[in-house]
């Protein structure tokens, strides 16, 4: 085949000239490169010299791993990274916990949402002393009271905290009937458990002090929620007929021991005042007694005078007969506000 029907061949590279020149121009930019990154390190260990401590935080200031100081809120130096280390920890933060819902997050201004879905029922749904199911929604508040014990006694300490609170109150609402979880002993369950759990974490020396508590909602599954209204209602029932008669017996028991008690006393009165009349009647007998055995027809007189003086004042009319005249003699007028007079005589 002649040579112009072939095709053109190419020159083949020269890898070693190629390697060359990269070489050569290596050399060239090496200088430059070790000093970029040398001013590159130095500006990430200059970076790492310093750390800033938020208000409600506390640091941990860590050298190979070892705690060697605690840092307060502000700007504080250290030694670079991979020689001191920090942990932040927020002291001044009260943390919470929430068990059976969850806060959602909400914008400024709007009232807080709260979510219960089936995936957190496992934290909520418990079984009491009476073997009732029952659907138990709390909240535990709490601080963080030694930040390096919270660092490093306990693993993890978060999850601690909800590990053991669910455990406590679940061994306290086994301890207790339904009825009583669901009415009047809320506030003394809250009690119990809570300081069951600071017990524990004293125990654990996990560095933190429970704030509060508290029951957020404590109702019956959905299941039985149309049932346990009815029962709820009947009790209700119950208290308020029991309270009714309890109010009319308050109110008629003591009313009756008052009529009772004034009935006593004013029998009593009047004996009193019968044995007091006796007693007087008879010293008053036994003095006009005495006396008139001294002086008889004085005294027969003067009790004929205080007799005539009880009872004219309040006669109208006296009538004076005379046993040796056949008509009456004329009468004297007696009433009240009148002057005595002679309407009349008889010859």
Known sequence: MPDQFLPPQREQPDFDEILTQVGRKWQDLRPSFFWVLLVFAVLILLWSCWFTVQPEETGIVQRF??????????????????????????????????????????????????????????????????????????????????????????????????DITEAVMRRVVGNRIGSDVLTVGRVALSREAKEEIQKILDGYEAGVRLITVELQDVTPPDTVKPAFNEVNEARQDRERTINQAQEQANREIPKARGVALQSVRHAEGYALERVNRASGETNRFQAILAQYRGFPEVTRQRLYLEAMSGFLPEMKGIYIVDSAQKALVPWIQMESGAKASVEGRQP
């Open 65 to 162: 791993g070892k705690v060697v100081r605690t840092a307060t809120p502000g700007l504080h130096f250290k030694w670079p990274y991979g020689i001191e280390t920090v942990a932040l920890v927020p002291t001044a933060r009260v943390l919470k916990e929430e068990f059976g819902f969850r806060t959602l997050a909400a914008p400024a201004g709007q009232r807080t949402q709260y979510a219960a879905n089936e995936a957190y029922k496992g934290e909520s749904l418990m079984l009491t002393g009476d073997l009732n199911v029952i659907d138990v929604q709390w909240i535990i508040q709490y601080r963080i009271e030694e930040p390096i014990r919270y660092l490093f006694k306990v693993r993890d300490t978060p999850k601690t905290v909800r």
